[in-house]
């Protein structure tokens, strides 16, 4: 029996007719203002980025259909495996890895240059919700089976800390934790990992932190220290949102951007320029799409009657809200300057691929959302 058919007898035509369109519709929006802020970044060419961007989009959106066509079986079986692929991967970083910018992060294929970090993201979604899946829930709320989650997570996190790329490991950090949480962690239990999280970070920062990191610590506390420094970046992008007023300079009109004040305004810092250009109301419509998007996340993840499912969709759901929560915090100097691109809008080739797929994920939890796997589900388990 083909693994199209294992959790329910019905046919891929079937399956598409089940498809959240509405869905699929608020990504290609999304995707789509991606596509003409990175035309005016190059100030109406479509080279190098927008139309990079556009294929990868074109090509994501079928992606996000293929992989919803799949049944939970199928990822519950994958979920293990494709754990260790990427922990493998991200070990391949420290002896094989490409540095760019001062960071060995990503492994060249040819091609293509491939960023393990942002497949664990993904992989570690699925083994956490398989994990909670397969538990007995007596062992759930319970410290006993916080041991392995904390492995999970943490393994990964150290490996990424060696890149060094502390905005992504944190990520990892935080949709684990609310994966644990929603799986019925222990209030207790919360309380007390609360303590032990503070002290670790208190170390972290007393005696761990990498100088360049409290570099950016110390330019968000007080950017003006530093301005044609480590605070020019924060600067720069709070000139360009603010410049943009209430409705914006106009579309490809922005100076900050067309005088190249702006720094990475391709990737990190993506929403100056929209900021600008469009001003507050632009700004509140993409933010407002997101909005919806996520909505609709939790609506599917409600909707599912498997554990795995519900985790799985609301933790590619916290992964997203993150990226763009962070991203537009940094812009506007509300959080440190990490390396967190704005997701489907920035430019950048594993990450919008990796993004696309957990939205697959999601798209296919709701053609799915019937399905209920028995513990231990799966085409390898």
């Known amino acids: 029996m083909s693994f199209f058919t294992v959790s329910a007898p019905r046919d891929i035509r079937s399956k598409l007719f089940e498809i959240n369109w509405t869905f699929v519709l608020l990504v290609a929006l999304i995707g789509a203002v991606g ?3 990175l035309y005016s970044v190059e100030q109406g060419s479509w080279n190098p980025y927008a139309i990079r961007h556009l294929v990868r989009l074109a090509a994501g959106l079928g992606l996000m259909v293929f992989v919803a066509m799949f049944p939970p079986r199928f990822w519950m079986g994958i979920a293990y495996p494709a754990y260790l692929g990427a922990l493998v991967l991200l070990i391949g970083v420290e002896f094989m890895g490409v ?3 001062g960071a060995q992060r990503w492994i060249d294929l040819g091609p293509i240059r491939m960023q393990p970090s942002e497949i664990m993201k993904i992989a570690l979604v699925l083994a956490l919700a398989r994990y909670y899946h397969d538990l007995p829930e007596d062992r759930v709320s319970g410290l006993g089976g916080l041991i392995i989650p904390a492995i999970m997570i943490g393994t990964p996190m150290a490996l990424i800390m060696l890149q060094p790329d502390l905005g992504t490991s944190l990520l990892l950090a935080a949709t684990g934790a609310a994966i644990i949480f929603l799986a019925g962690l222990s209030w207790w239990v919360i309380s007390g990992a609360t303590v032990f999280a503070a002290g670790g970070i208190f170390i972290y920062l007393r005696f761990l932190i990498e100088p360049y990191q409290m570099a950016r610590i110390q330019t968000f506390l007080n950017p003006e220290a530093d301005p044609r420094g480590a605070g020019y970046q924060i600067q720069q992008a709070q000139i360009a949102l603010g410049s943009g007023g209430s409705t914006g300079k106009g579309y490809m009109q922005g100076t900050q951007s067309s005088l190249d004040f702006l720094p990475e305004k391709q990737t ?15 700004g509140m419509v993409v933010l407002g799409l997101y909005a919806l998007l996520l909505a609709n996340c939790v609506l599917i993840a409600s909707s ?21 929560f962070i991203n537009v915090g940094m812009v506007m100097g509300m959080l440190p300057v990490v390396g967190v691109p704005l997701p489907l809008i920035s430019h950048g080739g594993t990450v919008m691929m990796a993004v696309l797929f957990g939205l697959g994920l999601i798209l296919g939890a709701h053609v799915h959302r019937s399905a209920e796997p028995p513990k231990g589900a799966g085409l390898f388990g």
């Not at 990190?268 to 632009?282: C, N, S």
């Not at 599912?304 to 763009?324: D, E, H, I, N, P």
Request: hydrophobic letters at 55%; glycine letters at 12%; charged letters at 10%.
């Open 268 to 282: 990190d810092f993506i929403f100056t320029v929209l900021g600008e250009e469009f001003g507050f109301v632009g």
């Open 99 to 101: 540095t760019v910018g």
């Open 35 to 37: 596509v003409a802020m």
């Open 304 to 324: 599912c009657k498997s554990t795995f499912l519900r985790l799985a969709v609301m933790g590619v759901a916290t992964t997203f809200s993150l990226y763009v």
